[in-house]
């Protein structure tokens, strides 16, 4: 009898333990979806992406929305009237590469810096989760002085300009110190040796996770690939941002 009563009551325990926590997760959640203190976008997606590595089943859908970007040497985009613009020297290409860097460098923070599992767990999908950071263009002057820029010369220089300490840009968003070991994964089709971004299209910035049914899920790095492109160079999967 006295087992029983101890079985019994550590089943209790289990039950309110396991509630005090879907509780706290759910009360955390609605939090971030609240805004409390003029938190940006990119905040309240970093946070959804924290809770849902905590909890993949009781967390549910990602809230991260799509951010529009005019990198401007002192025009207007087109992009959208929404837009963030960020004024840059029309004439100084380390600029503009510099102004790309940073929202590369602000899509793999918002989506966990490669630490994070916010992959759609076992009951979800086992396809590529695309997460589309932001969309960027570049106002007329940038266009008329910079036509184009070399994969190769941004990576490059990516190496080197410094982030925080003595950790550059590229070791942040890669791993690596050195270009020639930077390994594109194949869920994106990149060849940095003879790509280009032109300064008259519109391009996208994305990360994401490739699900796995087994293994652990796959966190994917932080990319820059042409707009128009998008559908046609990634492999088959699903996006997880808002528009």
């Given at each position: 009898?006295?087992?029983?009563?101890?079985?019994?009551?550590?089943?209790?325990?289990?039950?309110?333990?396991?509630?005090?926590?879907?509780s706290?997760?759910?009360?955390?959640?609605?939090?971030?979806?609240?805004n409390?203190?003029g938190?940006?976008?990119?905040?309240?997606?970093?946070?959804?992406?924290?809770?849902?590595?905590?909890?993949?089943?009781?967390?549910g859908?990602?809230?991260?929305?799509?951010s529009?970007?005019?990198?401007?040497?002192g025009?207007?985009?087109?992009?959208?009237?929404?837009?963030?613009?960020?004024?840059?020297?029309p004439?100084?290409?380390?600029?503009i590469m510099?102004?790309?860097?940073?929202?590369?460098?602000?899509?793999?923070?918002?989506?966990g810096?490669?630490?994070?599992?916010?992959?759609?767990?076992?009951?979800?999908?086992?396809?590529?989760?695309?997460?589309?950071c932001?969309i960027i263009?570049?106002?007329?002057?940038?266009?008329?002085?910079i036509?184009?820029i070399?994969?190769?010369?941004?990576?490059n220089?990516?190496?080197?300009?410094?982030?925080?300490?003595?950790?550059?840009y590229?070791n942040?968003?890669?791993?690596?110190?050195?270009?020639?070991?930077?390994?594109?994964?194949?869920?994106?089709?990149?060849?940095?040796?003879?790509?280009?971004?032109?300064?008259?299209?519109?391009?996208?910035?994305?990360?994401?996770?490739?699900?796995y049914?087994?293994?652990?899920?796959k966190?994917?790095?932080?990319?820059?690939?042409?707009?128009?492109?998008?559908?046609?160079?990634?492999?088959?999967?699903?996006f997880?941002t808002?528009?």
């Amino acid at each position: 009898m006295l087992e029983n009563k101890r079985a019994e009551l550590t089943t209790k325990q289990l039950v309110t333990i396991i509630i005090l926590i879907v509780s706290f997760i759910i009360i955390l959640f609605l939090i971030f979806q609240l805004n409390l203190g003029g938190t940006t976008d990119k905040e309240i997606c970093h946070n959804s992406v924290v809770l849902k590595g905590q909890s993949q089943i009781v967390a549910g859908p990602l809230d991260c929305r799509t951010s529009y970007i005019c990198i401007s040497g002192g025009n207007d985009c087109s992009i959208t009237k929404t837009a963030s613009k960020v004024d840059v020297d029309p004439n100084d290409k380390n600029e503009i590469m510099k102004a790309i860097a940073d929202e590369m460098a602000s899509c793999w923070w918002m989506f966990g810096e490669g630490k994070i599992d916010y992959g759609a767990g076992l009951l979800g999908s086992s396809s590529v989760g695309y997460a589309l950071c932001s969309i960027i263009e570049f106002d007329d002057k940038v266009q008329e002085k910079i036509k184009e820029i070399s994969y190769s010369e941004f990576y490059n220089y990516l190496k080197t300009i410094q982030k925080e300490g003595s950790q550059n840009y590229l070791n942040y968003l890669y791993g690596v110190n050195d270009v020639n070991y930077l390994v594109i994964e194949s869920q994106f089709t990149i060849n940095i040796n003879q790509d280009k971004i032109m300064t008259n299209q519109r391009y996208s910035i994305l990360t994401g996770i490739d699900n796995y049914l087994i293994e652990k899920n796959k966190i994917l790095r932080t990319y820059i690939i042409p707009t128009s492109e998008t559908s046609s160079r990634l492999k088959q999967g699903e996006f997880i941002t808002k528009p």
